[in-house]
C-alpha cells in the first residue's frame, strides 16, 4: 500500500518518566486515552504500551493498537497500521508494520518492539528526551481508501514527586547488627507516608559487616523511585555514597540495597564520616506516580481550521515553525548562504553565521561582540579542532543533531563544546561518554571529566571503576598515574576501599 495514500495518525506523548527503568513490573500497562475514527465507520481505538514487557524473556517493550466496543459496526475492519517511536526531531526509531483484521474488543501489535535496555539505558537520551516518550500509530484502511488524512495528538503526563531530607543517625559506631533504624518518608503535601526505610549492619559471607537499606513502599500510587544518597561531611560538603533505582510491584514490598561504604570503613574515617559518632545522610527521592493528565485533541491536515496545538504536542507529517526555521538554517549552512565568518582549522575553512554560533555560544558571542576591528572578527582560528570535530559542532549548532558519534568524535566533540560553551552538545557527549565506558576507556574518561571539572561525570567514572577496576588492564593505569598520580590514587582508594 502506498504511503501517499490518506491514513489517520497519532502522536501520543507520555511525559515524566522519571526515574523509569528495565525494572519496572511486567504486568504493568499505558494506555493512551481513546479516539475516535470518522472515516474508519466512527470506530473507538487505543494504544496500548507495557514498559516491561509482558513475560518476555528477550527484555522487549510491547506496543498494541486495540479497537474497543462501541455502537460502530460488528465487522472486522482490515487495517494496515505502522507503529513508531520518535526522537525529539520527529523522526523514526523503531518503526513497526502490519496488516491486521481488528475485530471489536481485540488488539494487535508488536511484542518484540523495542529493547527496554536500550530505551530506558543506553539510548534513554534518544528515546526520553526531558524523560518523555514519543509514541506513533499511522492507520490506513486495506482495499479502501481514505476521503481525508486525520490526525490526533494525546498526551499522558504521570505525577513525580521529589523530596529530599536528613537523617541523622546517633551512635553509629555501635549500632548492633541486624537491629534496625527506621524512618518514615511523608509527602509534604499531605503528610501521608510514602516510604519506609530501615537501615541495619549485618554480616556478609565473608563476615564483612555491611551497612544496608530496605525500603518498603507505603503509598500504593508509586510505580518507581529514583533515590540519591548522600553523606553530610563535617564541612557541610555532600558526598554521593549511592544512587538506585527502584520499582514496586505490590503495596508494603520491601527492596534492598548496600551501602558503598562497610561499618568498618566508617568507623575508620570517623573523623571524616562520624563526627560525634553521628552519621549524617542527605537524601533525595524522586517518586513517580499515577497519571495526572491525560488529554486528546483533532486534527485535519486537510482542514484549514483545526490545528493542533504545537505547543506540546507535534507530529512528523507536520512543520512547525520551529522545525521551518531549523530546516532553513541548515540549507543556508548547506549552501553556504550569507555567510559572514569563517571558522579556520589548520586544514581547512568553514564558512558559518555569526549570529547562529553566537546564539548557541556564549563564547562566540564574546569574539562577535568585539567592534575593535571587525574584520578580525570575520575568521576565527582554531588549530586545537580537527576538521571532523568542527563540522560534527556546526552540524549540531545548525540542526541539534550529531548523526553518528563514536567514543573518539564524542570525546573530541566534548572538549570543543566545552571550550565553545556548548553546553547541550556537551551534556550530549557526556551522557554517550558515561553510557559507553569500558576497563579500556575508563581512564581516559576520568582524566576527561577531572581536567574539564566535571563532577558528575567523574562520579559515574569512578563507580564504574569500583565494579570494574580489576578487569582494567596495566597500560590503562599506568597512562592514569601518569598523566594524574593524585587522581590514579583515589581512583585505587576506592576501587578496594569500596568493594
Known sequence: MALEEKCFTITWKIENLVGWSEKLREDFKISSP???????????????????????????????????????????????????????????????????????????????????KEVFNTRRYIFLPNDTLTARCKMWIKGDVMSQD????????????KISFLWYLKNFSTLELEK???????????????????????EDKNCDKIVRCALSLQDETILCCNLR???????????????????????????????????EMFVEMK??????????????????????????????????????????????DMVSPAISLIDTLKSFYVEKLL???????????????????????????????????????????????????????????????????TWESAYKLYEAANKYAILNLKNLCSLYLKNNLSPCNACEALLLADNYGDNEMKEVVMSFIVKHGKEMKNSEWRLLMNSNGKLAAEALYRLYCEN
Open 34 to 116: 481513546p479516539f475516535v475514527i470518522d472515516a474508519m465507520g466512527k470506530t473507538t481505538w487505543h494504544l496500548n504500551i507495557y514498559p516491561a514487557g509482558q513475560k518476555d524473556i528477550n527484555r522487549n517493550i510491547n506496543f498494541y493498537l486495540y479497537r474497543q466496543k462501541d455502537d460502530s459496526t460488528e465487522a472486522p475492519i482490515n487495517v494496515k497500521i505502522e507503529l513508531d517511536f520518535l526522537d525529539k526531531k520527529g523522526f523514526s526509531l523503531a518503526a513497526f508494520c502490519i496488516d491486521h483484521a481488528f475485530k471489536k474488543d481485540k488488539g494487535y501489535g508488536c511484542r518484540s518492539f523495542a529493547k527496554k
Open 150 to 161: 486525520g490526525q490526533c495528538f494525546a498526551r499522558t503526563r504521570f505525577g513525580v514527586e
Open 180 to 202: 534496625k533504624c527506621k524512618y518514615i518518608v511523608k509527602s509534604p503535601t499531605n503528610n501521608e507516608p510514602l516510604m519506609s526505610v530501615e537501615l541495619f549492619v549485618t
Open 229 to 263: 544518597l548522600y553523606l553530610v561531611l563535617p564541612d557541610g560538603k555532600k558526598k554521593q555514597c549511592n544512587q538506585e533505582s527502584i520499582c514496586y510491584s505490590n503495596l508494603h514490598e520491601s527492596t534492598e540495597f548496600t551501602f558503598s561504604l562497610t561499618k
Open 271 to 316: 573523623k571524616l564520616l562520624l563526627p560525634k559518632d553521628i552519621l549524617s545522610m542527605d537524601w533525595e527521592c524522586f517518586f513517580s506516580k499515577g497519571i495526572t493528565l491525560e488529554e486528546i485533541s483533532y486534527g485535519s491536515s486537510s482542514s484549514e481550521n483545526s490545528e493542533p496545538d504545537k505547543t506540546d504536542l507535534t507530529n512528523n
Open 339 to 405: 555567510c559572514d565568518v569563517q571558522l579556520r582549522t589548520r586544514t581547512g575553512t568553514f564558512p558559518a553565521h555569526k549570529i547562529v554560533l553566537s546564539a548557541l555560544s556564549s563564547v562566540f558571542q564574546t569574539i562577535f561582540s568585539d567592534n575593535v576591528n571587525e574584520k578580525e572578527n570575520d575568521c576565527v582560528v582554531i588549530e586545537d579542532l580537527e576538521n571532523d570535530t568542527v563540522k560534527q559542532m556546526l552540524g549540531y549548532i545548525y540542526a541539534s543533531n550529531v548523526e553518528v558519534l
